[in-house]
């Protein structure tokens, strides 16, 4: 599939609010892989866990547990299964870019292990133009990027940390890998 084509995968399980999510993350993905001279494979690279990333987000929980079921997801909160069971399907039918797998498996709690497509999809995810919250921030954050890779992914990284304790959730160990691996 060339860069810049939306089409998600038929095994997708995503209503239209997602889907419209999935193709602006995949969309900035494109662009800063398009401003930065990527080369081609990383270019596809991205792309791909931009379509991949949410492909299960709207699947049935009981059909997220099969596929994570002897993972280390296997007891995580429902809201987090997607990208795991994502990346579990994925090597199921041949993908075996690790950087590709780390990066959906680990989406939405990051990790330190990461190349830079687990971190430019952890960023996309967070900066897409289409979610409401401190717009301006995060779209200076988007448009920074390009130039300054590593400052922006420190910054996404304290962000999403702040949001997760503030709201009480869970800290995974990868998310606490991932902020010691950048502070």
Same mark, same amino acid.
């Given at each position: 599939?060339?860069?810049?084509?939306?089409?998600?995968?038929?095994?997708?399980?995503?209503?239209?609010?997602?889907?419209?999510?999935?193709?602006?993350?995949?969309? /900035?993905?494109?662009? +800063?892989?398009?401003?930065?001279? $990527?080369?081609?494979?990383?270019?596809?690279? +991205?792309?791909?866990?931009?379509? %991949?990333?949410?492909?299960?987000?709207?699947?049935?929980?009981?059909?997220?547990?099969?596929?994570?079921?002897?993972?280390?997801?296997?007891?995580?909160?429902?809201?987090? /299964?997607?990208?795991?069971?994502?990346?579990?399907?994925?090597?199921?039918?041949?993908?075996?870019?690790?950087?590709?797998?780390?990066?959906?498996?680990?989406?939405?709690?990051?990790?330190?292990? +990461?190349?830079?497509?687990?971190?430019? $999809?952890?960023?996309?995810?967070?900066?897409?133009?289409?979610?409401?919250?401190?717009?301006?921030?995060?779209?200076?954050?988007?448009?920074?990027?390009?130039?300054?890779?590593?400052?922006?992914?420190?910054?996404?990284?304290?962000?999403?940390?702040? %949001?997760? $304790?503030?709201?009480?959730?869970?800290?995974?160990?990868?998310?606490?890998?991932?902020?010691?691996?950048?502070?």
């Amino acid at each position: 599939m060339a860069p810049n084509a939306m089409r998600l995968p038929d095994w997708a399980q995503v209503g239209d609010k997602r889907r419209a999510h999935i193709e602006r993350v995949t969309a /900035l993905l494109d662009r +800063w892989a398009h401003e930065m001279h $990527l080369a081609s494979n990383d270019a596809a690279a +991205w792309h791909d866990v931009g379509l %991949w990333h949410d492909a299960l987000r709207d699947a049935p929980e009981p059909e997220l547990r099969a596929l994570t079921a002897s993972g280390p997801f296997s007891d995580a909160p429902p809201d987090v /299964l997607h990208g795991p069971a994502a990346a579990t399907y994925l090597e199921r039918h041949g993908e075996s870019r690790t950087g590709v797998i780390l990066a959906v498996r680990y989406h939405t709690v990051g990790n330190p292990a +990461w190349d830079r497509t687990g971190r430019a $999809l952890f960023m996309a995810d967070f900066l897409e133009p289409g979610r409401r919250f401190q717009q301006a921030d995060r779209a200076f954050l988007a448009a920074q990027l390009p130039r300054d890779f590593d400052g922006v992914f420190r910054q996404v990284v304290r962000m999403r940390l702040e %949001w997760t $304790l503030r709201e009480g959730k869970a800290l995974f160990p990868e998310s606490v890998g991932l902020w010691n691996s950048v502070r």
